[in-house]
């Protein structure tokens, strides 16, 4: 019972006090796109990510180098914006597929004419030196074939 009473008490302690804060969190995220088929790097990029961390306002920019100088934006990446309390960290959940999911959008700017049908999500928690993800690699479905996300570095700016 008093843990219960615990987790409100900090609940509401986190909500009042973060509710109207400005929090952005900005930070280095490259990764590479490879064909599981033919073992190809499609796309390896390097982005550098803006999030802003506000229950009301939650937008993003990812900033990204895919080679030769080649740089692009993608803005308001979808994705999901909230606190774990078993990790006492905020996160956003970054959707990888639909319309405007990362991958989706890379592949449109690539101008790779992949329809994704199942594709995961990257899971980014803000705590501590260094953000943290919740796995380093997740699979991308097409049509045509299956492409591995993987996640190659991720550190605070």
């Not at 219960?4 to 609940?11: F, H, V």
């Not at 449109?108 to 594709?119: E, F, G, M, P, V």
Request: proline share 1%; glycine share 6%.
């Amino acid at each position: 019972m008093n843990r219960i009473i615990l987790t409100l008490l900090l609940s509401f302690i986190f909500i009042s006090s973060n509710a109207s804060a400005k929090s952005t969190a900005r930070f280095q995220f490259d990764f590479e796109i490879t064909n599981m088929l033919t073992n190809e790097i499609v796309i390896s990029a390097e982005c550098e990510v803006t999030q802003v961390l506000e229950w009301n306002n939650s937008l993003n920019v990812f900033n990204c180098n895919v080679g030769e100088g080649d740089n692009f934006l993608i803005k308001n990446v979808s994705h999901d914006l909230g606190y774990d309390y078993t990790r006492s960290s905020a996160y956003t959940n970054y959707y990888l597929s639909g319309s405007g999911g990362l991958v989706t959008q890379l592949f449109k700017y690539s101008k790779l004419d992949y329809a994704i049908t199942n594709a995961g999500m990257i899971d980014v928690y803000y705590k501590g030196r260094r953000p943290s993800i919740s796995s380093v690699e997740t699979m991308v479905e097409t049509e045509e074939d299956v492409f591995l996300f993987s996640v190659t570095k991720i550190e605070y700016l």
